[in-house]
Protein backbone atom coordinates (compact mmCIF):
# COMPACT_ATOMS: atom_id res chain seq x y z
CA UNK A 1 0.00 0.00 0.00
CA UNK A 2 2.50 2.77 -1.17
CA UNK A 3 -0.53 5.47 -2.06
CA UNK A 4 0.90 8.50 -0.97
CA UNK A 5 -2.36 10.33 -0.24
CA UNK A 6 -3.39 7.68 2.28
CA UNK A 7 -0.05 6.88 4.37
CA UNK A 8 -1.30 4.17 6.46
CA UNK A 9 -3.83 1.65 6.57
CA UNK A 10 -6.79 1.64 9.15
CA UNK A 11 -6.82 -1.62 11.16
CA UNK A 12 -9.88 -0.10 13.10
CA UNK A 13 -13.96 -0.58 13.92
CA UNK A 14 -14.78 2.33 11.40
CA UNK A 15 -13.80 4.85 10.14
CA UNK A 16 -11.99 2.29 8.05
CA UNK A 17 -9.50 2.07 5.05
CA UNK A 18 -11.54 2.09 1.67
CA UNK A 19 -11.46 1.66 -2.08
CA UNK A 20 -9.70 4.50 -4.22
CA UNK A 21 -12.84 3.91 -6.85
CA UNK A 22 -15.31 4.48 -3.78
CA UNK A 23 -12.93 7.25 -2.90
CA UNK A 24 -13.10 8.81 -6.22
CA UNK A 25 -17.09 8.59 -6.64
CA UNK A 26 -17.12 11.80 -4.20
CA UNK A 27 -15.07 13.95 -6.70
CA UNK A 28 -18.58 14.98 -8.16
CA UNK A 29 -21.71 17.10 -6.62
CA UNK A 30 -25.58 16.18 -6.48
CA UNK A 31 -28.81 18.02 -6.30
CA UNK A 32 -31.08 16.78 -3.60
CA UNK A 33 -34.38 17.01 -5.81
CA UNK A 34 -32.82 15.71 -8.71
CA UNK A 35 -33.71 12.01 -9.74
CA UNK A 36 -30.28 11.27 -10.32
CA UNK A 37 -29.79 11.27 -6.67
CA UNK A 38 -33.38 10.88 -5.16
CA UNK A 39 -34.01 7.88 -7.12
CA UNK A 40 -30.82 6.25 -8.83
CA UNK A 41 -29.03 6.66 -5.93
CA UNK A 42 -30.93 6.96 -2.63
CA UNK A 43 -33.83 4.25 -3.72
CA UNK A 44 -31.59 2.17 -5.13
CA UNK A 45 -29.57 1.98 -1.82
CA UNK A 46 -32.71 1.38 -0.07
CA UNK A 47 -33.73 -1.35 -1.95
CA UNK A 48 -30.30 -3.53 -1.78
CA UNK A 49 -30.20 -2.88 1.84
CA UNK A 50 -33.38 -4.40 2.74
CA UNK A 51 -32.74 -7.49 -0.16
CA UNK A 52 -29.05 -7.88 1.44
CA UNK A 53 -30.83 -7.82 5.03
CA UNK A 54 -33.89 -10.56 4.07
CA UNK A 55 -35.23 -12.79 2.18
CA UNK A 56 -38.44 -12.34 4.02
CA UNK A 57 -41.20 -9.64 3.08
CA UNK A 58 -42.65 -6.67 4.94
CA UNK A 59 -38.96 -5.30 5.76
CA UNK A 60 -38.01 -1.43 5.08
CA UNK A 61 -34.87 0.90 5.32
CA UNK A 62 -34.58 4.26 6.69
CA UNK A 63 -31.39 6.08 6.13
CA UNK A 64 -30.47 8.78 9.16
CA UNK A 65 -27.63 11.81 9.06
CA UNK A 66 -24.89 11.47 11.58
CA UNK A 67 -22.54 8.96 12.50
CA UNK A 68 -23.64 5.56 13.64
CA UNK A 69 -25.09 6.47 17.59
CA UNK A 70 -27.54 8.97 15.82
CA UNK A 71 -28.87 5.95 14.06
CA UNK A 72 -29.41 4.32 17.86
CA UNK A 73 -30.61 7.20 19.16
CA UNK A 74 -33.24 7.60 16.63
CA UNK A 75 -34.30 4.28 16.83
CA UNK A 76 -34.81 4.28 20.54
CA UNK A 77 -36.27 7.36 20.48
CA UNK A 78 -38.76 6.39 17.44
CA UNK A 79 -39.77 2.88 18.38
CA UNK A 80 -40.36 3.08 22.34
CA UNK A 81 -43.73 4.39 23.31
CA UNK A 82 -43.87 7.50 24.95
CA UNK A 83 -45.28 5.70 27.88
CA UNK A 84 -46.26 2.16 28.99
CA UNK A 85 -42.94 1.02 27.44
CA UNK A 86 -39.80 -0.51 29.21
CA UNK A 87 -36.50 -1.42 27.43
CA UNK A 88 -34.15 -4.28 28.36
CA UNK A 89 -30.72 -3.70 27.78
CA UNK A 90 -28.80 -6.36 27.31
CA UNK A 91 -24.76 -4.79 28.23
CA UNK A 92 -21.15 -6.20 27.53
CA UNK A 93 -19.30 -3.17 26.59
CA UNK A 94 -19.29 0.24 25.51
CA UNK A 95 -21.76 0.17 22.84
CA UNK A 96 -24.29 -2.14 25.26
CA UNK A 97 -23.79 0.71 27.65
CA UNK A 98 -24.36 3.73 25.27
CA UNK A 99 -27.83 2.28 24.94
CA UNK A 100 -28.27 2.51 28.33
CA UNK A 101 -27.28 5.87 28.66
CA UNK A 102 -29.22 6.77 25.24
CA UNK A 103 -32.71 5.51 27.48
CA UNK A 104 -31.39 7.32 30.15
CA UNK A 105 -31.21 10.79 28.26
CA UNK A 106 -34.73 10.29 26.59
CA UNK A 107 -36.42 9.52 30.01
CA UNK A 108 -37.03 6.20 28.88
CA UNK A 109 -38.13 3.52 31.20
CA UNK A 110 -35.20 0.22 31.01
CA UNK A 111 -33.73 -2.87 32.93
CA UNK A 112 -30.43 -3.43 32.31
CA UNK A 113 -28.38 -7.17 32.26
CA UNK A 114 -24.60 -6.77 32.87
CA UNK A 115 -22.52 -9.52 31.99
CA UNK A 116 -19.24 -7.89 32.44
CA UNK A 117 -17.15 -7.16 29.87
CA UNK A 118 -15.44 -10.65 28.84
CA UNK A 119 -18.61 -12.48 29.18
CA UNK A 120 -21.19 -13.33 26.64
CA UNK A 121 -24.47 -11.81 26.67
CA UNK A 122 -26.41 -15.66 28.02
CA UNK A 123 -29.66 -16.15 26.18
CA UNK A 124 -30.63 -18.25 29.81
CA UNK A 125 -30.25 -15.56 31.98
CA UNK A 126 -32.29 -13.04 29.12
CA UNK A 127 -35.15 -15.59 29.58
CA UNK A 128 -35.16 -15.43 33.49
CA UNK A 129 -35.69 -11.86 33.26
CA UNK A 130 -38.27 -11.81 30.54
CA UNK A 131 -40.60 -14.18 32.63
CA UNK A 132 -39.55 -12.36 36.45
CA UNK A 133 -40.53 -8.77 34.43
CA UNK A 134 -43.36 -8.67 32.23
CA UNK A 135 -43.44 -5.22 32.19
CA UNK A 136 -40.17 -5.36 29.84
CA UNK A 137 -42.02 -4.63 25.79
CA UNK A 138 -38.56 -4.18 24.07
CA UNK A 139 -35.05 -5.81 23.87
CA UNK A 140 -32.14 -4.18 22.75
CA UNK A 141 -28.80 -6.53 22.00
CA UNK A 142 -25.12 -5.61 20.66
CA UNK A 143 -24.47 -7.93 18.15
CA UNK A 144 -20.64 -7.54 17.68
CA UNK A 145 -19.16 -5.96 20.83
CA UNK A 146 -16.80 -3.65 19.21
CA UNK A 147 -15.37 -3.10 22.64
CA UNK A 148 -13.74 -6.00 22.65
CA UNK A 149 -14.64 -8.06 19.27
CA UNK A 150 -16.98 -10.25 21.48
CA UNK A 151 -19.77 -11.57 19.23
CA UNK A 152 -22.54 -12.20 21.12
CA UNK A 153 -25.06 -15.24 20.09
CA UNK A 154 -27.33 -13.27 17.92
CA UNK A 155 -29.73 -16.28 16.71
CA UNK A 156 -30.25 -17.54 20.55
CA UNK A 157 -31.46 -14.54 21.90
CA UNK A 158 -33.80 -13.92 19.24
CA UNK A 159 -35.17 -16.66 19.59
CA UNK A 160 -35.79 -15.96 23.81
CA UNK A 161 -36.84 -12.65 22.72
CA UNK A 162 -39.48 -13.54 20.14
CA UNK A 163 -40.63 -16.15 22.52
CA UNK A 164 -41.38 -13.60 24.74
CA UNK A 165 -42.97 -11.68 21.58
CA UNK A 166 -41.00 -8.15 22.36
CA UNK A 167 -39.47 -5.99 20.03
CA UNK A 168 -36.32 -6.97 19.59
CA UNK A 169 -33.28 -3.98 18.72
CA UNK A 170 -30.17 -5.12 17.22
CA UNK A 171 -27.00 -3.13 17.16
CA UNK A 172 -25.05 -4.76 14.32
CA UNK A 173 -23.33 -2.06 13.42
CA UNK A 174 -19.58 -3.45 13.25
CA UNK A 175 -21.24 -6.78 11.39
CA UNK A 176 -23.77 -5.92 8.96
CA UNK A 177 -22.57 -6.66 5.73
CA UNK A 178 -19.88 -8.77 6.82
CA UNK A 179 -21.87 -11.38 8.57
CA UNK A 180 -24.41 -13.56 7.16
CA UNK A 181 -27.97 -12.88 8.83
CA UNK A 182 -31.33 -12.72 7.94
CA UNK A 183 -33.46 -10.33 9.90
CA UNK A 184 -37.12 -12.07 8.74
CA UNK A 185 -35.52 -15.80 9.96
CA UNK A 186 -34.27 -14.27 13.18
CA UNK A 187 -37.69 -12.09 14.00
CA UNK A 188 -35.36 -9.00 14.38
CA UNK A 189 -37.52 -5.76 14.57
CA UNK A 190 -35.36 -3.02 14.14
CA UNK A 191 -31.69 -3.27 13.52
CA UNK A 192 -29.01 -0.34 13.21
CA UNK A 193 -25.88 -0.18 11.47
CA UNK A 194 -23.40 2.73 9.43
CA UNK A 195 -22.09 3.58 6.44
CA UNK A 196 -18.58 3.22 7.43
CA UNK A 197 -18.11 -0.17 8.89
CA UNK A 198 -18.51 -3.95 6.98
CA UNK A 199 -20.25 -2.44 3.78
CA UNK A 200 -17.03 -0.58 3.89
CA UNK A 201 -18.30 3.39 2.97
CA UNK A 202 -17.40 6.64 4.29
CA UNK A 203 -18.62 8.05 7.28
CA UNK A 204 -21.87 10.34 6.99
CA UNK A 205 -24.86 8.38 8.24
CA UNK A 206 -26.41 5.20 9.70
CA UNK A 207 -29.33 2.99 8.45
CA UNK A 208 -31.97 1.54 10.27
CA UNK A 209 -33.62 -2.26 8.58
CA UNK A 210 -36.66 -2.12 10.13
CA UNK A 211 -40.24 -4.24 10.06
CA UNK A 212 -42.58 -1.73 8.18
CA UNK A 213 -46.03 -2.62 10.06
CA UNK A 214 -43.94 -1.68 13.51
CA UNK A 215 -42.06 1.40 12.48
CA UNK A 216 -45.46 2.34 11.06
CA UNK A 217 -46.92 1.99 14.80
CA UNK A 218 -44.12 4.11 15.92
CA UNK A 219 -46.03 7.19 14.20
CA UNK A 220 -45.67 10.59 16.76
CA UNK A 221 -43.17 8.63 19.61
CA UNK A 222 -40.38 10.43 18.45
CA UNK A 223 -38.67 12.70 21.38
CA UNK A 224 -36.30 14.82 18.78
CA UNK A 225 -37.63 16.22 15.46
CA UNK A 226 -34.26 15.67 13.59
CA UNK A 227 -34.54 12.16 15.05
CA UNK A 228 -37.81 11.05 14.34
CA UNK A 229 -37.32 7.90 12.54
CA UNK A 230 -40.74 7.32 11.23
CA UNK A 231 -40.81 10.63 10.04
CA UNK A 232 -37.72 10.82 8.08
CA UNK A 233 -39.05 7.06 6.39
CA UNK A 234 -42.12 8.52 5.45
CA UNK A 235 -40.43 11.16 3.46
CA UNK A 236 -38.08 9.07 1.73
CA UNK A 237 -40.91 6.03 1.12
CA UNK A 238 -43.79 9.22 -0.35
CA UNK A 239 -41.29 11.23 -1.63
CA UNK A 240 -38.75 8.59 -3.94
CA UNK A 241 -35.38 8.74 -1.61
CA UNK A 242 -36.04 12.44 -0.26
CA UNK A 243 -34.45 13.44 3.02
CA UNK A 244 -36.15 15.62 5.44
CA UNK A 245 -32.94 17.94 5.91
CA UNK A 246 -29.94 18.22 4.06
CA UNK A 247 -28.51 14.55 2.97
CA UNK A 248 -24.80 13.86 2.64
CA UNK A 249 -24.86 13.35 -1.39
CA UNK A 250 -21.39 12.52 -1.59
CA UNK A 251 -21.25 9.58 1.15
CA UNK A 252 -24.55 7.94 0.19
CA UNK A 253 -22.91 7.92 -3.22
CA UNK A 254 -20.04 6.23 -2.21
CA UNK A 255 -21.69 4.15 -0.04
CA UNK A 256 -23.70 2.98 -3.50
CA UNK A 257 -20.41 2.57 -5.17
CA UNK A 258 -19.23 0.25 -1.83
CA UNK A 259 -22.55 -1.70 -2.19
CA UNK A 260 -21.62 -2.48 -5.47
CA UNK A 261 -18.31 -3.51 -4.67
CA UNK A 262 -19.85 -6.02 -2.04
CA UNK A 263 -21.63 -7.25 -4.30
CA UNK A 264 -18.40 -7.77 -7.14
CA UNK A 265 -16.66 -9.37 -4.13
CA UNK A 266 -19.37 -11.96 -4.15
CA UNK A 267 -21.17 -10.90 -1.32
CA UNK A 268 -21.53 -10.88 2.29
CA UNK A 269 -20.22 -14.69 2.66
CA UNK A 270 -17.30 -13.89 0.71
CA UNK A 271 -16.50 -10.59 2.76
CA UNK A 272 -16.77 -12.89 5.93
CA UNK A 273 -14.19 -15.71 4.88
CA UNK A 274 -11.89 -12.63 3.78
CA UNK A 275 -12.28 -11.04 7.12
CA UNK A 276 -12.36 -14.50 9.19
CA UNK A 277 -9.19 -15.19 7.33
CA UNK A 278 -7.54 -11.80 7.96
CA UNK A 279 -8.39 -12.78 11.90
CA UNK A 280 -7.30 -16.15 12.05
CA UNK A 281 -4.05 -15.05 10.32
CA UNK A 282 -3.85 -12.66 12.70
CA UNK A 283 -4.42 -14.29 16.15
CA UNK A 284 -1.99 -17.34 15.06
CA UNK A 285 0.46 -14.49 14.10
CA UNK A 286 -0.01 -12.65 17.19
CA UNK A 287 0.47 -15.71 19.14
CA UNK A 288 3.57 -16.83 17.75
CA UNK A 289 5.00 -13.39 18.86
CA UNK A 290 3.63 -13.76 21.91
CA UNK A 291 0.88 -11.41 22.24
CA UNK A 292 -2.24 -12.75 24.09
CA UNK A 293 -6.05 -12.46 23.38
CA UNK A 294 -8.44 -10.88 25.59
CA UNK A 295 -11.40 -12.95 24.87
CA UNK A 296 -11.69 -16.86 24.63
CA UNK A 297 -11.35 -18.17 20.86
CA UNK A 298 -15.01 -19.06 21.16
CA UNK A 299 -16.37 -15.47 21.58
CA UNK A 300 -13.91 -13.94 19.30
CA UNK A 301 -15.84 -12.26 15.97
CA UNK A 302 -13.74 -11.60 12.76
CA UNK A 303 -14.20 -7.63 13.16
CA UNK A 304 -11.53 -6.93 15.79
CA UNK A 305 -9.59 -8.29 18.04
CA UNK A 306 -8.38 -7.53 21.30
CA UNK A 307 -4.53 -8.47 22.63
CA UNK A 308 -3.11 -7.63 25.97
CA UNK A 309 -0.38 -5.12 26.10
CA UNK A 310 2.81 -7.05 26.88
CA UNK A 311 3.39 -6.65 30.89
CA UNK A 312 7.07 -5.35 30.44
CA UNK A 313 8.81 -2.55 31.76
CA UNK A 314 10.09 -1.17 28.41
CA UNK A 315 6.77 -1.61 26.48
CA UNK A 316 4.37 1.84 25.98
CA UNK A 317 1.34 1.61 23.90
CA UNK A 318 2.25 5.09 22.02
CA UNK A 319 5.34 4.11 20.97
CA UNK A 320 4.43 0.76 19.45
CA UNK A 321 1.20 2.59 17.56
CA UNK A 322 4.05 4.94 15.89
CA UNK A 323 6.30 2.61 14.82
CA UNK A 324 3.89 0.84 13.43
CA UNK A 325 2.25 3.95 12.13
CA UNK A 326 5.74 5.11 10.19
CA UNK A 327 5.16 1.41 8.87
CA UNK A 328 1.84 2.06 7.38
CA UNK A 329 -0.66 0.88 9.90
CA UNK A 330 -2.68 2.46 12.39
CA UNK A 331 -3.90 0.22 15.22
CA UNK A 332 -6.59 0.42 17.70
CA UNK A 333 -6.11 1.64 21.31
CA UNK A 334 -8.12 -0.66 23.97
CA UNK A 335 -11.69 -0.02 25.28
CA UNK A 336 -12.34 -2.38 27.70
CA UNK A 337 -11.90 -1.30 31.86
CA UNK A 338 -11.13 -4.70 33.32
CA UNK A 339 -7.77 -4.94 31.26
CA UNK A 340 -5.02 -3.59 29.34
CA UNK A 341 -5.49 -4.11 25.95
CA UNK A 342 -4.92 -2.81 22.21
CA UNK A 343 -7.28 -3.55 19.15
CA UNK A 344 -6.25 -4.31 15.77
CA UNK A 345 -9.28 -4.58 13.44
CA UNK A 346 -9.74 -6.70 10.49
CA UNK A 347 -12.04 -5.18 8.33
CA UNK A 348 -12.05 -3.05 5.20
CA UNK A 349 -10.15 -2.62 2.24
CA UNK A 350 -7.69 -5.31 4.24
CA UNK A 351 -6.53 -8.81 2.57
CA UNK A 352 -4.11 -11.43 4.36
CA UNK A 353 -1.18 -9.77 2.38
CA UNK A 354 -1.88 -6.70 4.57
CA UNK A 355 -2.44 -8.57 7.89
CA UNK A 356 1.22 -10.51 7.21
CA UNK A 357 3.06 -7.87 6.33
CA UNK A 358 1.61 -5.76 9.72
CA UNK A 359 2.85 -9.04 11.02
CA UNK A 360 6.72 -8.31 9.95
CA UNK A 361 6.26 -5.07 11.09
CA UNK A 362 4.72 -6.09 14.49
CA UNK A 363 8.33 -8.32 15.14
CA UNK A 364 10.56 -5.88 13.96
CA UNK A 365 9.11 -2.75 16.02
CA UNK A 366 9.04 -4.94 19.54
CA UNK A 367 11.48 -3.03 21.23
CA UNK A 368 10.69 -4.25 24.57
CA UNK A 369 12.19 -7.01 24.27
C1 LIG B 1 -19.24 1.92 15.58
C2 LIG B 1 -20.28 1.40 16.48
C3 LIG B 1 -21.37 2.21 16.91
C4 LIG B 1 -21.53 3.64 16.49
O1 LIG B 1 -20.48 4.44 16.81
P1 LIG B 1 -20.34 5.88 16.16
O2 LIG B 1 -19.05 6.36 16.73
O3 LIG B 1 -21.48 6.68 16.55
O4 LIG B 1 -20.29 5.65 14.68
C5 LIG B 1 -22.35 1.63 17.67
N1 LIG B 1 -22.29 0.35 18.04
C6 LIG B 1 -21.27 -0.45 17.68
C7 LIG B 1 -21.27 -1.87 18.12
C8 LIG B 1 -20.23 0.04 16.89
O5 LIG B 1 -19.22 -0.75 16.52
Not at 240 to 254: E, I, L, M, N, Y
Amino acid sequence: MADPKNPYILLTPGPLSTTASVKETMLRDWCTWDDSYNHAVVEDIRRRLVDLATKHSGYTTVLMQGSGTFAVESTIGTMMPKTGGKLLVLVNGAYGARIVQIARYLGIDHAVLDFGEINRVDPSRVNEMLEQDSSITHVALVHNETTTGMLNPLAKVAEVVKNHRKTFMVDAMSSFGGMPMDLGELGIDFLVSSANKCIQGVPGFGFVICKKERLISCENNARSLSLDLYDQWKTMETQGGKWRFTSPTHVVRAFQQAMNELDAEGGVIARFNRYYNNQRILVEGMEKLGFRPLLAKEFHSPIITSFYNPFEPNYSFAEFYSRLKRKGFVVYPGKVSVADCFRIGTIGDVEQEDIKQLLVAIEENMFWR
